[in-house]
């Protein structure tokens, strides 16, 4: 009798290793089977998991994101632009500043200008009233009548 029982316990041993428990001599093929227990997941499964689905639903997020704040992100971008814009103008500016020749030159043309716009336009009553109406016409043109 001890050997019956040492054989059914290593046919139950190896009917659980393949997944199955099943005692002998008994008919499993009609019988349901459980899949195997799968093993839980650990932290880092859990929290790549939970990266992946924010990552697969991003496109989403940002569409509804762009069409709800349009005019501001629109109006941010602009001012950002602005100021990059400003800063790479001052760059330049300061960069051919310190070329020795073109300063001074610069100053003199500004100076030479300055000197001529004042001497036209300034100086006479009927030519300021002239600076007034193409200052009015520019105005009408770019903002409407």
Known sequence: METAEQQQRESVNASFSQGTLAIEGTDTQNLPKLPPASEPESQWQ????????????????????????????????????AIVTA???????????????LSPTFELVGISYGTWFISRYLLKASTRQELADEIQSLKNQFLGE
């Not at 990266?51 to 971008?77: I, M, N, R």
């Not at 790479?88 to 020749?101: E, F, G, H, S, T």
């Open 46 to 81: 859990q929290i790549s998991r939970q990266v992946s689905q924010v990552l697969e639903k991003l496109p989403e997020y940002l569409g509804s994101f762009f069409s709800s704040y349009k005019q501001p992100l629109t109006t941010v971008g602009l001012i950002l632009a």
């Open 87 to 101: 800063k790479i103008v001052l760059a330049v500016l300061d960069a051919i500043n310190d070329i020795p020749l």
